[in-house]
């Protein structure tokens, strides 16, 4: 196998960009995405009719940068509805018995829901949220519960109505869930008994009534899905059940017509101080950029022929790719999986399983949920039959050059292309990734994302190649995040003031000789070894190629000469002799990228701080190596995991 991966005849010439370049007689992908950058006016203001977006009123301005590009506000004088765009007009085109979603319990209890049966649902959820509890437009619905069919519904119910939906991570323990509350005022909160996780009953409920006393006055009413028939506690006036609240609601409501502008998601995600950071994401991006990156990078096929592709991303509603996943398969009128519980109980081969059922097409995940099912299923893939897989898809931190290999070639047989992913909440959506039609070297994000004009400056703001930088994007894009949830000041510190006038992304970069594209991981990952730059993705990947290694994480310690020097946390793929297994990395990363960078530490752990989602999180560790307590481990899947590496880095660092 060569070393840049190319795609199959068969597949680019049946892939959806293929088609449309063809209608606007473009020659390649690469054309596309340079015109898409050097005139983002028109990609941005063909793209909602390209896709087919239904505007109440159409726009007379595709962008208005008269506040700076910064506070750019696209399409003016425009109306539309995200919500409205994902269920209602999928039923208006006729597409109403089409499966929307299927939902898949740890226990095995299955729900499905047609696009007719998601719109009466989020109608009756919409009533209740607009003649009940008052439910203005701009004002805040939290939801506090895992992927599953009441959650979707009450996300885009409370978009239908104008009101802003902000779904909460349902691992979050009551403190980071009160922040949240508080921050963004919410009177209603939408949350569930409990659900199942590696078989345990997790009781949600008792968790929200915990983080609403915390938040202090706010929350009028709590709506609650009875999920597991948990005894809970209940205050009458305040708490209702979910399904008796909807039942008496009957009939279509109307959507709210709104400014492309106005935000449809309010979306958290941790900031360096410790106060989490609110991305508002409007109407316009939160229904273009994922079906865009849906429909020409996955190359997810519509339902409007016959049903549609089946995605699913390994993740929780509120993470971003949760509400991603929902906005553009349902706007595609195709269809997604979500899944309770963890991705290998009760059973090893459960992902497989899973794939084989409901016949998956898009596959996605974390590089560490990739590096889990390598370590624990690789034997099992030949049992079950994965051919109805597409593509695959990675984000939320860098792939790995041995993990991006498996993939391809023991579960995609070089088949299928890797859509490795990169951008984040406050995008929502994508900065780089390829398409299905490009040919791709090992763990690369390809270039350029469809209307971003991405590019990689070293610290004085000049473009470089070959050498790392910091990613940024030069023009601005619709999902942008509105400023930050009530504090301006602090969106424009953290997005616009390191380059003025260029988004500053934070994640550290690398455009190859090759003109390939790669993520080194975030800025604050970065070591600097005597002078010298390195990633900690690009340590890992070179650790993770030893046969013996399973995960890695490498982090930055000070050091009073070299200012910094290298340690990295391993896992061993079973038994070793951790002596001879260190000195073996030391050595593989000097071969590999040179002697500066050879691990000062190498140290092997049982496990590493993982979120749901497999993301391993290395602030946690680089917090405990430099003696501070770390932040929100309600994240983690495995908090158990932080007192075992407190106590190892004390034994190591502090003799």
Partial sequence: ?????????????????????????????????????????????????????????????????????????????????????????????????????????????????????????????????????????????????????????????????????????????????????????????????????????????????????????????????????????????????????????????????????????????????????????????????????????????????????????????????????????????????MVEGAIDYPERGKVWSLIQEYKVTHFGFAATVARMLRRIASDLIEEYDLSSIRAFGNTGEPIDYATWMWVMKDVGEWKRPMINLSGGTEVFGCILLPSPVVPLKPTTLWGPALGMDADVFDDEGRPVRGVPGYLVVKKPAPSMTRGLWKDPKRYIETYWSRFPGVWYHGDYALVDEDGFWYILGRADDVIKVAGKRIGSAELESAITAHPNVAEAACIGVPHEIKGEVVACFIIPKGEADEEKLANEVRKLVAEKLGKPFAPEHVIVVDELPKTRSGKITRRVIRDLIHGREPRELSVLENPESVEKLKSIIQRVFRK
């Avoid at 962008?63 to 994902?86: F, P, T």
């Fill in 1 to 337: 196998m060569a070393e840049i991966w190319q795609p199959p005849r068969e597949l680019v010439e049946n892939a959806n960009v293929t088609r449309f370049m063809e209608k606007l007689g473009i020659k390649s992908y690469p054309e596309f995405v340079k015109k898409s950058n050097e005139d983002s006016k028109w990609f941005w203001g063909g793209l909602p009719e390209w896709l087919g977006v239904e505007w109440f009123r159409e726009p007379k301005e595709v962008v208005d940068l008269s506040q700076g590009v910064e506070w750019a506000k696209w399409y003016r004088g425009g109306l539309i509805n995200a919500a409205y765009n994902v269920v209602d007009r999928i039923v208006k085109l006729g597409l109403g018995d089409r499966e929307a979603f299927t939902w898949v319990g740890e226990d095995g209890e299955t729900r499905s829901y047609t696009y007719l049966q998601l719109k009466e649902e989020v109608d009756r959820l919409a009533r209740l949220f607009k003649e009940d509890y008052n439910v203005k437009p701009g004002e805040v619905v939290a939801i506090y519960a895992p992927m599953m069919p009441e959650s979707i519904a009450a996300m885009l119910a409370a978009m239908k109505i104008g009101a802003v939906a902000s779904p909460i991570f349902s691992g979050f323990a009551p403190p980071a869930v009160a922040e949240r509350l508080r921050l963004s005022e919410t009177r209603v909160l939408v949350t569930v008994d409990g659900y199942l996780r590696r078989g345990r009953k997790i009781n949600l409920k008792r968790q929200a009534d915990e983080a609403i006393k915390l938040a202090g006055e706010g929350v009028e009413h709590v709506l609650v899905v009875k999920r597991l028939g948990l005894e809970i506690d209940w205050i009458d006036g305040r708490d209702e059940w979910y399904h008796t609240a909807i039942a008496g609601k009957k009939g279509s409501i109307e959507p709210e017509e709104l400014d492309p502008e106005h935000p449809a998601l309010l979306l958290f995600t941790s900031g360096t101080t410790g106060k989490p950071k609110g991305a508002v994401i409007s109407h316009a991006g939160a229904l273009l950029q994922p079906s865009k990156e849906h429909y020409f990078n996955l190359d997810i096929k519509p339902g409007w022929e016959e049903p549609g592709d089946r995605l699913w991303w390994i993740t929780d509603i509120g993470w971003m790719m949760g509400p991603w996943q929902v906005m553009g398969s349902q706007f595609l009128g195709a269809s997604h999986l």
